[in-house]
């Protein structure tokens, strides 16, 4: 069993930058695909990014791909979102996702995770 713990949110301005982590325990982290999602109330939860076992593979939705860059880190279990000229249409939840997969798969589907975080909230102002 993976248990994730997402951390970093909070207010930020248009333009400004912030960094999520998510924190992972159980399980072997370096074998796992990771993900990060974002929900607003009353909406279908939806893709932001994902990343490969190694971190050599990434891939993002077209509304933060340039501004959003995933990386994790396996001896400390983490994964993380950097994300720079934010926008207020990034305000949302976000949630970290994993899964087991093979070393070069990504997903991009929330049915594709097997484990999810409580969530984070990122709130842009304009």
């Known amino acids: 069993q993976v248990q994730l713990v997402e951390s970093g949110g909070g207010l930020v301005q248009a333009g400004g930058s912030l960094r999520l982590s998510c924190a992972a325990s159980g399980g072997t982290f370096s074998s796992l695909i990771m993900g990060w999602f974002r929900q607003a109330p009353g909406k279908e939860r939806e893709f932001v990014a994902t990343i490969n076992w190694s971190g050599g593979r990434t891939y993002y939705a077209d509304s933060v791909k340039g501004r959003f860059t995933i990386s994790r880190d396996n001896a400390k279990r983490t994964v993380y979102l950097q994300m720079n000229s934010v926008k207020p249409e990034d305000t949302d939840v976000y949630y970290c996702?994993?899964?087991?997969?093979?070393?070069?798969?990504?997903?991009?589907?929330?049915?594709?995770?097997?484990?999810w975080g409580q969530g984070t909230q990122v709130t842009v102002s304009s």
């Open positions: 996702a994993a899964s087991p997969g093979r070393a070069t798969s990504i997903y991009a589907r929330t049915n594709d995770y097997n484990y």
